[in-house]
């Protein structure tokens, strides 16, 4: 079992950075692929980034997925952000990448908030 909470979500202005954190519990996290969602009022939740070099076309060259195992850490840092990033954004881990790319992770986060003024 894993458990996942996010952080590191706020309000921004519009081309500002920030850096959300996802923390992870349980001693077989490393073996997990691990990527980030999001999802804004009145839209389906979308991807973002997998780990380590899957990301989606509207945050490619601004944001930036890592992990670091010994923390059983993930994080996202996402730069010249834009209005249209606000969203909850949350994080998800599975056995495959095809499984977190596609939606279907076996565990997910809470979420946090991201919001974006411009």
């Known amino acids: 079992q894993v458990q996942l909470v996010e952080s590191g979500g706020g309000l921004v202005q519009a081309g500002g950075s920030l850096r959300l954190s996802c923390a992870a519990s349980g001693r077989t996290f490393s073996s997990y692929a691990v990527g980030w969602f999001r999802q804004a009022p009145g839209k389906e939740r979308e991807f973002v980034a997998a780990?380590?070099?899957y990301y989606a076309d509207s945050v490619k060259g601004r944001f930036t997925i890592s992990r670091d195992n010994a923390k059983n850490t993930v994080y996202l840092q996402m730069n010249s952000l834009k209005p249209e990033d606000t969203a909850v954004y949350y994080c998800?881990?599975?056995?495959?990448?095809?499984?977190?790319?596609?939606?279907?992770?076996?565990?997910w986060g809470q979420g946090t908030q991201v919001t974006v003024s411009s």
């Open positions: 998800t881990a599975g056995p495959s990448i095809g499984k977190v790319v596609g939606g279907t992770g076996d565990y």
């Open positions: 780990f380590s070099t």
